[in-house]
């Protein structure tokens, strides 16, 4: 057995304190540690965006971070972005207009659009596109994901 | 007095309140709050971790396992190989399955399982699979099914013979399952009146399902002989049987809950890792959890058939066909199952064709063994008859469309299957197309636009249901068919349509597989259609049942009692003056009357009307690099009813997407060690969000006449044009047509080099 790690970090807020094996990816502490099953992983080796969170604000794969990595570190799943009763204009967007349909991506791609429109609020059709490129879905063709993502950005804008 | 569906005919007349809407799904919140329970989202208390060890191999002797070093590692609790599986016979249906979970005499697939290990943690369960001492002697393998029809090729079953040869060669060992022959008429007397004949010869590779949830399970074998199993699948019941066959554990003692499905597309409708966590759980006496890693899934889930197609077409002058002939080889992995029957039944039905002959071989090789994927072994071949149609269109001098509309088939067809078409909407599929705005737009400069069609029978079987009326007149669905897409919300709007009330006030949940009857694979496009029944028959039994409770309350003859918009009332004014009474009202009120109100329907479905679409794509070809980018795209296509239009055109999407990666990038590369060369989502490159536009849709509605609402299925027909309009879309851009999937940069650039060399 491996020597494990104390390590103590902030999910969506709440303080966590956890062990882990050295070799462990914040992907796997998460879910096994955690019980944070919101966040999925789909190869484990940065392709496909289903493990996507952030950590002190940057968009990161979770399995290509090191759960001891997580220290000191302000991280922010899935399970963090609806506020109480209101979902996100984001998630709310994706159940109107059917962007999800077995739903094994869409925390990824959610918290993945999240970190684009907070970044640009007016994403083109090409830019939405080009930032979820790095996330995988196979069930959509996309078409749905880019006009939920536009559309959510355009309420978040008020327009 | 209600009419319960006891001839399921199409109501032409009948307004719909609900059905063609698209509400928010129902499983949709949790998905997007993370809360969706997947497979590898469940833990059991006291769990272990399995995982497995898989022969570096692609062929050869499993000369001995040795497992006493793993077994004897600190936080091992089990290691199983094929000792701890039953004996059963080669060559057989249970005797393939058990030899794909667990190797015996052989290893037949680099990928493929022959030890699994579960530990206390992850990491001491991969440290076990280091020290088992497997001794190999190493084969020479065969990959590509071509090859290993040659008579030197290595052979994979001594034991095999191929069904359906003929003379000396029929008694040899070989590598060829099946030679299967289909057809019609005379071929050599349709193409003498061919004044056009085209002949091409296509092939295509392995590709992948792609799903994103990795295969996951956790089974629970208990002291007294009962399973417990959580996995990811399309066919829970189906499972079932099969993990009875080749651990020999009675059906009633395994119970299989499905959880929330993350894609399968055909892929998830066989097991894995589900008869070894089974063992590992009976030998450590703990649940054990497995999970694929992507590598895995890759690498020993099954890709679908690789194929060769030979096809030779005549017309006459006038445009219409009069004689197809085929030779098509499907590769099927190491066991028999690629569905390859299909091509031949599938491939020309849409057009009415006097002289068919298709012969289609099914080949063994060292690769993963096949598993569906929609439409299995169909748009492979359309890839190549779709060429060969716009080819002659071209030769005769028609528009594409008007070529296919001349040779199309309408009601009343006769299939070279035997099944007699009633109504079918091909023709106004095609017509759709021909006045949609992307067809009617000019071509833009330096790109190539293609047409397809394609084809698919739309299946039915045996299906099982229950409904029951809650007191407060809620409805809850309890269904066997899995959800691959969204079809619980379907059904819940279809009991909601029947009843006349909300679809908020019906909620649609997923059986185990002891708390119904036998439910058949969700596969074949046949859920919202099969399910449907069901759901529909269910209501219209619970209604019957509330208006004999409505009579018995007033005291009045059952006839007299009419069932609307969720409320039972009186006939006419001279069954009496009564207030109506609402679904609640009597529920809240079955202590009094009979108890329980509840329907249940069992049927093995017929009647699935078949389905056609239409693809329509402009692409560009970058002249220097050979990369081909899709620049528009449209799907036509009949969905008879479409009950939520966003779900079906989601399907739609997502089949032309799945399309362009198989026509343009996905494919299994094999090293001449008969390794997996890309087995990762880096390497094995499915389209992402910047490859693609967006997919326009037309849902065509001719309604099935065998279903009260007219609706057909539609996973999997939009797949089936898919690669052949992106195909023709290319040649049309180059001025030659690629025959060879995936059309990646290298092989187009390398067509446009011999075309301008041959100037």
């Not at chain 2, 059991?44 to 793993?70: E, T």
Request: glycine share 10%; net charge neutral; aromatic share 6%.
């Amino acid at each position: 057995m491996s020597k494990k790690y104390h390590v103590t970090t902030s999910v969506n807020g709440d303080e966590y304190d956890f062990l882990c094996e050295p070799q462990q990816s914040l992907l796997d502490v998460l879910r096994d540690n955690l019980m944070l099953t919101g966040t999925k992983e789909g190869c484990a080796t940065g392709d496909c965006g289903a493990c996507s969170v952030m950590m002190d604000g940057r968009l990161v794969c979770s399995c290509l971070v090191l759960g001891v990595e997580a220290g000191g570190k302000k991280i922010e799943t899935i399970e963090g972005m609806a506020k109480g009763d209101t979902l996100h204009p984001l998630q709310q967007k994706f159940l109107e207009l059917n962007g999800l349909q077995c739903g094994i991506c869409t925390p990824g791609i959610l918290v993945a659009a999240r970190a684009l429109l907070e970044k640009n609020p007016d994403p083109s059709e090409t830019e939405v596109r080009y930032w979820l490129a790095g996330n995988l879905c196979r069930c959509t063709g996309y078409d749905k994901v880019i006009r939920a993502v536009m559309a959510a950005a355009t309420e978040m804008r008020g327009a | 007095m209600a009419t319960i569906l006891e001839k399921p005919g199409f109501n032409p007349d009948r307004q719909y309140k609900i059905v063609g809407t698209s509400p928010v799904k129902h499983d949709g919140f949790d998905k997007v709050t993370g809360r969706a329970k997947f497979a590898a989202d469940a833990f059991l208390p006291g769990m272990l971790i399995g995982k497995v060890l898989r022969s570096p191999h692609p062929h050869a002797v499993l000369k001995s396992i040795d497992i006493s070093k793993a077994a004897a590692l600190p936080g091992v609790k089990a290691v199983i190989t094929r000792d701890d599986f039953p004996e059963i016979k080669q060559g057989t249906g249970a005797g393939d399955m058990t030899r794909i979970a667990m190797a015996r005499e052989k290893v037949y697939w680099e990928g493929h399982p022959v030890a699994a290990v579960a530990a206390t943690s992850e990491s001491i369960a991969k440290k076990a699979l280091k020290l088992i001492d497997v001794h190999y002697e190493v084969l020479p393998h065969v990959i590509d099914p071509v090859e290993a029809m040659k008579p030197d090729a290595p052979i994979l079953h001594d034991y095999m013979r191929t069904k359906g040869a003929k003379g000396p060669d029929a008694e040899k060992p070989t590598n060829v399952v099946e030679r299967s022959v289909l057809a019609i008429c005379d071929v050599d007397a349709g193409f003498a009146q061919a004044d056009f004949i085209v002949e091409h010869t296509y092939d295509t590779k392995p590709m992948h399902q792609g799903y994103i949830e990795l295969q996951s399970c956790i089974a629970n074998y208990s002291d007294d002989g009962q399973v417990d199993l959580w996995c990811c699948t399309q066919a829970p019941w189906v499972y079932r049987d099969r993990l009875t066959e080749i651990l020999k554990i009675d059906s009633s003692k395994i119970r299989i809950q499905q959880s929330e499905l993350g894609g399968g597309f055909g892929g998830k409708t066989t097991f894995y890792l589900e008869p070894l966590s089974i063992v590992l759980s009976r030998k450590a006496k703990c649940p054990v959890k497995m999970t694929l890693t992507r590598s895995e899934v890759l690498r020993a889930t099954g890709p679908v058939s690789g194929t060769q197609s030979t096809i030779k077409m005549g017309c006459k002058k006038d445009g219409t066909i009069v004689a197809v002939d085929s030779t098509l080889i499907f590769q099927t992995g190491p066991y028999t199952g690629s569905a390859f029957t299909n091509a031949p039944q599938a491939m020309l039905t849409r057009y009415e064709l006097k002289n068919v002959r298709t012969v289609s071989y099914e080949v063994v090789s060292n690769r993963p063994k096949v598993s569906s994927f929609r439409a299995p072994c169909v748009p492979q071949v359309v890839f190549g008859v779709e060429d060969c149609v716009s080819e002659l269109a071209r030769k005769v001098g028609m528009d594409e469309l008007d070529f296919r509309l001349k040779n199309a088939i309408v009601e009343g067809h006769k299939t070279i299957y035997g099944e007699t078409f009633n109504r079918i909407g091909f023709v106004e599929t095609l017509e759709a197309a021909k006045n949609c705005d992307h067809y009617k737009s000019p071509v833009p400069k330096g790109q190539g636009r293609g047409i397809a069609t394609g084809f698919w029978f739309n299946r039915g079987g045996e299906t099982t249901g229950t409904m029951n009326l809650a007191p407060d007149g809620t409805v809850n669905i309890i269904l066997g068919t899995a959800d691959v897409a969204g079809s619980r919300m379907s059904m819940s709007m279809m009991a909601a349509e029947e009843f006349g009330i909300p679809v908020d006030r019906v909620r649609s949940v997923l059986a185990d597989t002891n708390s119904l009857g036998y439910n058949r694979v969700t596969a074949g496009s046949r859920t919202t259609f099969s399910s449907g029944m069901i759901v529909i028959d269910s209501a219209r039994k619970i209604i019957a049942e509330l208006c004999r409770r409505a009579a018995k309350i007033w005291n009045v003859p059952e006839e007299g009692v009419i069932f609307e918009d969720g409320h039972c009332r009186p006939a006419s004014s001279n069954v009496g003056n009564f207030e109506p009474l609402s679904m609640k009202d009597i529920a809240s009120k079955t202590t009094y009357t009979m108890g329980a109100i509840a329907g249940h329907s069992e049927m093995n479905v017929t009647g699935a009307g078949p389905g056609f679409a239409v693809h329509i794509v402009d692409v560009e070809v970058d002249k220097e690099t050979g990369l081909t980018s899709v620049k528009r795209y449209t799907i036509v296509e009949d969905a008879g009813k479409a009950i939520s239009p966003l779900q079906v055109e989601g399907q739609f999407q997502g089949a032309a997407v799945q399309g362009i990666g198989w026509a343009l990038n996905e494919e299994y590369i094999f090293g001449d060690d008969g390794r997996l060369q890309n087995p990762g989502f880096l390497d094995y490159r499915m389209p992402v969000a910047s490859d693609v536009p967006m997919i326009d849709t037309v849902i065509v509605e001719v309604p099935n006449p065998k279903h009260p609402y007219g609706l057909r299925g539609v996973g999997e027909v939009p797949l089936t044009p898919a690669m052949g309009a992106i195909g023709n879309a290319i040649g049309n851009a180059i001025g030659i047509r690629p025959r060879s999937l995936p059309m990646t940069p290298a092989k187009v650039l390398a067509l446009m080099e011999a075309g301008a060399k041959a100037g």
